[in-house]
């Protein structure tokens, strides 16, 4: 994303198993889609499926660089899952949901919900309606989610770690936590936590009744500082609350297999990017990367370096 950012390159390859494409993105003023689950190939042989809670993609300067990676990417994944039906664009007017807060555990700067609710205001001006939505829809699934991230990541590594041999004594203590929890669960909290996915799955469908589209904050705050997620200890569960602190509605787009784009929509006092979320229904991307076409023609984001190499 740094390099992105800088002009470094024009784009980069970047996964996303719980905001790890557009979290970045977001940090660095970028366009970053956590496609729709099935959309993309989880190649080579399927080595980042995740359970499904990976998803493969770029991280872009532009809609236009996203959606021409996605249109070339998407489709003939051949597996695990069926590739999804992309929907045509809904007619006009969409009916546009807007959550604007994320709950007294995890609670979102004034300035980042404002961007939210400027982007709101901007497809309001085009004749689209916004739905308020409120954190109480959402709680019970983010929990979810947060919990599925945990278990499914401490499963991977602890796989990862006999079937490749390695010492895990060598790793951080905090990565040896995650391998422990993923070498003890057993199997039966392991299915219910999917279980419980399944069903988070289910009501952010549910919520697909009333809008089209949601509009939510991407982070709840500025980028922190490095150092802000130590590895120097054993708590894996504080590791996932700090997570969901600083992106409370990344992680529920990969657990629950929802397409969700974050994109730049303004700055703040020390210029750094105003990110926003859009989620949309199963199969939804390309409703996503028209309405941030949409909203980056508002020109509220410009970027800071020209990309090496292409004349300004």
Not at 4 to 27: E, L, N, Q
Not at 117 to 124: D, I, K, S, Y
Not at 207 to 214: A, G, S, T
Not at 261 to 278: E, K, M, N, R, Y
Request: net charge negative.
């Amino acid at each position: 994303a740094a390099a992105v950012a800088a002009g470094i390159v024009a784009i980069a390859h970047a996964t996303d198993a719980g905001g790890s494409m557009r979290v970045p993105a977001a940090c660095c003023g970028l366009f970053g889609l956590k496609a729709s689950r099935g959309a993309i190939a989880a190649g080579p042989s399927f080595g980042n499926h995740l359970g499904g809670i990976a998803s493969e993609l770029a991280l872009c300067r532009s809609v236009r660089d996203l959606a021409v990676i996605f249109n070339a990417a998407a489709g003939r994944a051949r597996g695990p899952f069926a590739d999804p039906w992309f929907a045509p664009s809904p007619p006009d007017p969409l009916r546009v949901g807007l959550l604007l807060e994320t709950g007294d555990q995890y609670p979102t700067e004034p300035a980042r919900s404002e961007a939210v609710e400027e982007a709101a205001r901007a497809l309001e001006a085009d004749g689209h309606s916004v739905v308020p939505m409120y954190w109480d829809a959402f709680a019970a699934s983010v929990a979810t989610s947060g919990r599925a991230l945990r278990d499914i990541i401490a499963v991977n590594l602890a796989n990862f770690v006999v079937s490749a041999g390695l010492d895990a004594g060598r790793s951080e203590r905090l990565t040896q936590a995650f391998i422990n929890h993923g070498s003890q669960l057993q199997a039966t909290a392991l299915w219910a936590t999917l279980g419980d996915a399944v069903h988070a799955s289910h009501a952010v469908w549910s919520l697909f009744d009333r809008v089209d589209c949601i509009l939510t904050p991407m982070l709840a705050s500025a980028p922190l500082p490095i150092g802000s997620f130590p590895f120097d200890h054993d708590d894996i569960d504080l590791q996932i609350r700090r997570m969901t602190a600083f992106a409370p509605l990344a992680t529920l787009a990969n657990a629950t297999g929802f397409p969700a784009l974050t994109l730049p929509f303004g700055a703040d006092d020390a210029g750094l990017p105003l990110p926003v979320q859009i989620l949309a229904p199963m199969g939804g991307d390309r409703l996503l990367i028209e309405l941030a076409a949409r909203l980056e023609r508002e020109g509220r984001w410009q970027h800071r370096f020209a990309v090496a190499g292409i004349p300004e």
